[in-house]
């Protein structure tokens, strides 16, 4: 991603749109990748997606309305996992208890859709992260015990390094948090590890843990120094409540 940023600064308009998006994507500049982000070669529910990760409430809300206003036949079927999503960007009650009715009333069938997409395990830790939070226990264990099933299957397939944030992802899951941090760290030192998986929410239960907060110390200094390189300022990074509360 640095090397090809690197031709970003110098000849921008020679860059393919979907190199570009990778780049600014993995290089977290937001402002930069909503600049380029053509939105028509994406279905809706990725402009609320890639809005969810970067934490902009405003295009979220924005794009869950595009959403519920569009003609598209996924209507239906993405608007349960966007209701669920934006649990976890609420940071106020009213928004947490509003948006846990729709998680709650999800039925078996809408589990289904999250391995449709792909790859399957997209949306689908977010998804546990979000039942966990509205106290959807048994949600919770049914989506954990079919996204089980897909991490071990495409590992099986030898998807590494795709797969090996989904692996810590279930290690904590299964309160095997050395574990988790094990696979974690492994990552950064393939340089594979990526900003969304440290702030992914599932990771919550880390975030006292010693090697968690080195983790994220060193992959933020690797990070913002090729920012750097590039004359972008710093970005932080970590959960957002973590950022919020320090």
């Not at 997209?122 to 991490?151: C, H, N, P, W």
């Amino acid at each position: 991603a640095y090397n090809l940023a690197i031709q970003f600064v110098e000849e921008p308009d020679n860059l393919l749109a979907g190199d570009l998006n990778v780049i600014l994507f993995v290089l977290k500049n937001e402002e930069e990748f909503y600049r380029y982000y053509d939105k028509k070669r994406y279905f809706r529910i990725n402009d609320f997606f890639v809005s969810y990760l970067f934490n902009n409430k405003e295009n979220a809300y924005t794009a869950i309305e595009n959403l519920r206003n569009s003609s598209s036949s996924k209507k239906k079927e993405f608007l349960p996992i966007v209701n669920a999503l934006r649990l976890d960007m609420s940071n106020d009650d009213a928004s947490v208890i509003d948006a846990i009715r729709p998680i709650k009333n999800v039925d078996e069938s809408v589990d289904g859709i999250l391995f449709k997409t792909y790859p399957p395990y997209t949306y689908a830790s977010y998804i546990i992260a979000a039942r966990i939070r509205a106290g959807d226990e048994t949600g919770a264990k049914r989506l954990i015990e079919q996204f089980r099933k897909f991490v071990n299957k495409y590992e099986r397939n030898g998807y590494d390094c795709c797969i090996k944030p989904q692996q810590a992802y279930l290690k904590v899951l299964d309160q095997d948090d050395e574990g988790a941090l094990d696979l974690l760290e492994e990552l950064f030192k393939d340089n594979a590890l990526n900003w969304w998986n440290i702030e992914h929410p599932i990771l919550i239960p880390l975030h006292n843990n010693v090697r968690y907060k080195a983790l994220v110390k060193a992959y933020a200094e690797f990070l913002n120094a090729e920012r750097q390189k590039l004359g972008w300022a710093p970005v932080v990074i970590g959960y957002k409540q973590d950022v919020i509360n320090n």
